[in-house]
């Protein structure tokens, strides 16, 4: 994984990320808005055959996009090992 | 040719099945039970089986052919 | 969040889970189907083969046959500290098999490898390899390998990972007349008409096609489906390299992995900034 920074301002943020996909990218996109200083995310994926992927992030201004986007990649985390801990649970029983 | 290892659609194994559904079939089971009772649910994987035609047998009947020949050779000379 | 095991019958899994949304859900899906490695012949040296398939079509169908499994004996060949193309023993595991048909035309099943090691063997011994007339012959060596579904379909874990969300059906008793017509469209038989009423006999099967609703005389529509944005009905069909609960609990480590790798991505890239 390696991440390349294409465009940044104080509320603006694109990188460019190799090795990604739709999978990890939809759920920052979906964690990201559900941000309320977040104006606007989205993901591209220039070319379907490769996988590197454009994330922008776009802020209200009272955020920097760097935080945003990590907020939202430890919400995905929590989320993850919270549904780790529940599998154990539920594979125990049978 | 032979039976396909997997389903071509789904990638479910197949190929183990398909002896037991050709011998059920021929001794005058219903198709559509028999796959079921294999626990062959998808319609990709039935129609694996249910499309199948197994064309080795008709290739590898020249070679049985060739070798009745040749020990019919070997009987007369 | 809460999970319930809904069934588990040997190589399927249906797991109900509470509490989640479509991109996590979707997320372990596709983690599951391209990044959960499993075990399939990658190369074939083939000695000998007089049988009636080429060599690259055997090949194939030997790449096809799912092999059981052992994840922690047996690393990535990239992930491998040996480095080397051809693998080591840590990486690779040697299957040969030769067979030559003695007398009359017979079937090569996969229960004739013989395995390096006695726990990475075919999944069923039943699957036809090739048939050989008399003196036919094929003598091979075939190497199996770890490897990811998203390099080639023979790597992914599981012949079935879907989800949907759970349904909601309601009847309105006092508009029902309970005509049955809605018990007869429905091709999961979800409904049952019990006396007077209409009752719902089992209501995971529904697919929430809305047939019922189409099909109901009164207007509005006595039946109503809808649907639970946040519980879903997980299904996974293994496709017998690994047990469908070590699948799941590996995608979720992979999925772990691969978000705190990016956590530490992005950090040095603050760090290289700053």
Same mark, same amino acid.
């Given at each position: 994984?390696?991440?390349?920074?294409?465009?940044?301002?104080?509320?603006?943020?694109?990188?460019?990320?190799?090795?990604?996909?739709?999978?990890?990218?939809?759920?920052?996109?979906?964690?990201?808005?559900?941000?309320?200083?977040?104006?606007?995310?989205?993901?591209?994926?220039?070319?379907?055959?490769?996988?590197?992927?454009?994330?922008?992030?776009?802020?209200?201004? #009272?955020?920097?996009?760097?935080?945003? =986007?990590?907020? !939202?990649? &430890? +919400?995905?985390?929590?989320? #993850?090992?919270?549904?780790?801990?529940? =599998?154990?649970? !539920?594979? &125990? +029983?049978? | 040719?032979?039976?396909?290892?997997?389903?071509?659609?789904?990638?479910?194994?197949?190929?183990?099945?398909?002896?037991?559904?050709?011998?059920?079939?021929?001794?005058?089971?219903?198709?559509?039970?028999?796959?079921?009772?294999?626990?062959?649910?998808?319609?990709?994987?039935?129609?694996?089986?249910?499309?199948?035609?197994?064309?080795?047998?008709?290739?590898?009947?020249?070679?049985?052919?060739?070798?009745?020949?040749?020990?019919?050779?070997?009987?007369?000379? | 969040?809460?999970?319930?095991?809904?069934?588990?019958?040997?190589?399927?899994?249906?797991?109900?889970?509470?509490?989640?949304?479509?991109?996590?859900?979707?997320?372990?899906?596709?983690?599951?189907?391209?990044?959960?490695?499993?075990?399939?012949?990658?190369?074939?040296?083939?000695?000998?083969?007089?049988?009636?398939?080429?060599?690259?079509?055997?090949?194939?169908?030997?790449?096809?046959?799912?092999?059981?499994?052992?994840?922690?004996?047996?690393?990535?060949?990239?992930?491998?500290?040996?480095?080397?193309?051809?693998?080591?023993?840590?990486?690779?595991?040697?299957?040969?098999?030769?067979?030559?048909?003695?007398?009359?035309?017979?079937?090569?099943?996969?229960?004739?490898?013989?395995?390096?090691?006695?726990?990475?063997?075919?999944?069923?011994?039943?699957?036809?390899?090739?048939?050989?007339?008399?003196?036919?012959?094929?003598?091979?060596?075939?190497?199996?390998?770890?490897?990811?579904?998203?390099?080639?379909?023979?790597?992914?874990?599981?012949?079935?990972?879907?989800?949907?969300?759970?349904?909601?059906?309601?009847?309105?008793?006092?508009?029902?007349?309970?005509?049955?017509?809605?018990?007869?469209?429905?091709?999961?038989?979800?409904?049952?008409?019990?006396?007077?009423?209409?009752?719902?006999?089992?209501?995971?099967?529904?697919?929430?096609?809305?047939?019922?609703?189409?099909?109901?005389?009164?207007?509005?529509?006595?039946?109503?489906?809808?649907?639970?944005?946040?519980?879903?009905?997980?299904?996974?069909?293994?496709?017998?390299?690994?047990?469908?609960?070590?699948?799941?609990?590996?995608?979720?480590?992979?999925?772990?992995?691969?978000?705190?790798?990016?956590?530490?991505?992005?950090?040095?890239?603050?760090?290289?900034?700053?």
């Amino acid at each position: 994984m390696k991440v390349k920074t294409l465009k940044k301002t104080s509320s603006e943020l694109k990188i460019e990320v190799e090795g990604i996909g739709h999978t990890i990218c939809n759920l920052l996109q979906k964690r990201l808005l559900e941000d309320e200083n977040v104006d606007l995310a989205g993901y591209d994926i220039p070319h379907p055959l490769s996988s590197n992927s454009v994330i922008y992030i776009r802020t209200k201004g #009272n955020m920097k996009p760097e935080e945003a =986007l990590r907020n !939202a990649v &430890k +919400k995905a985390h929590e989320m #993850n090992k919270e549904f780790s801990k529940e =599998l154990k649970k !539920a594979l &125990k +029983k049978i | 040719m032979i039976i396909p290892v997997r389903c071509f659609t789904c990638g479910k194994l197949i190929g183990d099945k398909w002896e037991e559904f050709a011998r059920r079939v021929k001794t005058g089971e219903e198709a559509g039970r028999v796959l079921d009772s294999l626990e062959i649910k998808r319609y990709c994987c039935r129609r694996m089986l249910l499309a199948h035609v197994e064309i080795t047998d008709e290739i590898l009947r020249f070679y049985e052919e060739a070798e009745k020949r040749k020990e019919a050779r070997n009987y007369y000379y | 969040m809460e999970i319930e095991v809904l069934e588990k019958v040997d190589m399927n899994m249906r797991l109900l889970i509470r509490g989640a949304d479509v991109p996590f859900i979707n997320a372990l899906r596709r983690t599951v189907i391209t990044e959960v490695p499993c075990m399939a012949i990658d190369e074939v040296v083939i000695i000998e083969n007089s049988s009636v398939l080429q060599d690259e079509t055997i090949a194939h169908r030997l790449g096809l046959i799912p092999l059981k499994t052992d994840l922690d004996g047996y690393n990535l060949p990239e992930e491998c500290p040996c480095k080397s193309e051809f693998g080591c023993n840590l990486c690779r595991v040697s299957l040969t098999l030769d067979v030559e048909s003695k007398e009359g035309t017979r079937t090569v099943y996969s229960g004739e490898f013989i395995s390096e090691n006695p726990d990475i063997v075919p999944v069923s011994d039943k699957i036809p390899i090739v048939k050989l007339a008399k003196e036919q012959k094929l003598k091979l060596e075939a190497y199996a390998r770890l490897g990811k579904g998203k390099k080639h379909a023979k790597w992914q874990p599981v012949s079935m990972c879907t989800y949907k969300f759970l349904p909601q059906i309601r009847i309105d008793s006092k508009r029902c007349d309970a005509c049955g017509k809605c018990v007869e469209v429905c091709s999961r038989k979800v409904l049952v008409k019990a006396g007077d009423r209409i009752e719902i006999r089992d209501l995971m099967p529904c697919t929430l096609c809305q047939d019922c609703v189409d099909v109901c005389p009164q207007n509005p529509p006595a039946v109503d489906v809808s649907w639970d944005e946040n519980t879903f009905i997980l299904n996974l069909e293994s496709a017998g390299a690994l047990p469908p609960e070590r699948i799941m609990s590996e995608a979720v480590k992979i999925l772990d992995k691969q978000l705190k790798e990016f956590v530490r991505q992005i950090k040095v890239k603050k760090s290289e900034k700053s």
